[in-house]
């Protein structure tokens, strides 16, 4: 999407400046007869006068016309960017939640892979969301996943990639690692559960997190996307809102 968009903006830009060019240049062939007409004007007579008067006349309207045409192709050019970068951002995001989707986590791991830096993987699933969702609607539901991603968001450092696969699926992208990461999967445990706290005091929401870190899950993103899962899977079935390293036998439940 983003070399398409990248392709219609330069195809726009070549033909915008390709016509500004072609009008210049009968523009300033007309100038030229102008001052042809008028530096022979004795030889030419005194019809060469009307002409004179009538191709400045002419002239002007030309450029008032190539003002006018290239204004109008500059702002075509930009409202179509606009929306190019618009329809690029949604392609990439989730409409709820504003996170990255899919698409957009599996360019973001991709660029992270090819860095070849380390970072850590979490996956991250709701923990009583389904509940929420048969007892209370998919309207409650959307807004448990807005305000758990919003709080998530807040509780981020600098440079970390949030992302939501589907339904009540997270995956988070950061360079945090040991007890760095301890600490963090503890705030996205507080976060979650106080998710809509407020409004609704009887609603529990958890999260069980699994963590795979690169280097040391393969580094290949199916794979790390895998050990991330079956770490999560395990964290749930050892008492949900906890967090659990791949290929560790010692889970953490939140206190």
Not at 96 to 103: D, E, I, K, S
Not at 198 to 220: D, M, T, Y
Request: glycine content about 10%.
């Amino acid at each position: 999407m983003e070399v398409r968009q990248q392709q219609l903006v330069r195809h726009l830009r070549q033909r915008f400046v390709a016509l500004v060019a072609l009008s210049c240049c009968a523009w300033l062939g007309m100038a030229g007869m102008l001052v042809f007409v008028w530096l022979h004007r004795a030889q030419l007579g005194i019809a060469s006068y009307a002409w004179f008067v009538a191709g400045v006349v002419l002239s002007l309207a030309l450029l008032l016309c190539l003002v006018i045409i290239a204004v109008r192709l500059k702002t075509t050019m930009q409202v179509r960017s606009r929306l190019l970068s618009r329809l690029e951002h949604a392609s990439g995001h989730d409409e709820l939640t504003g996170l990255l989707n899919r698409r957009g986590f599996d360019c973001a791991l991709a660029q992270q892979l090819e860095g070849r830096r380390a970072f850590t993987l979490l996956y991250l699933d709701l923990d009583g969301f389904k509940q929420v969702n048969d007892g209370h609607g998919h309207e409650l539901g959307d807004q448990v996943l807005r305000a758990v991603a919003q709080g998530w968001e807040r509780t981020l450092r600098a440079g970390d990639v949030l992302a939501r696969l589907g339904g009540d699926e997270f995956v988070l992208i950061t360079q945090a690692s040991g007890v760095q990461v301890d600490a963090l999967c503890e705030r996205l445990i507080a976060v979650a559960g106080l998710a809509l706290a407020e409004e609704l005091p009887g609603l529990r929401i958890g999260v069980s997190i699994g963590i795979a870190a690169c280097p040391g899950q393969g580094c290949e993103a199916r794979h790390l996307l895998a050990s991330a899962d079956s770490a999560m899977l395990a964290a749930k079935a050892q008492g949900k809102s906890r967090y659990q390293r791949a290929l560790c036998e010692t889970s953490y439940p939140t206190h």
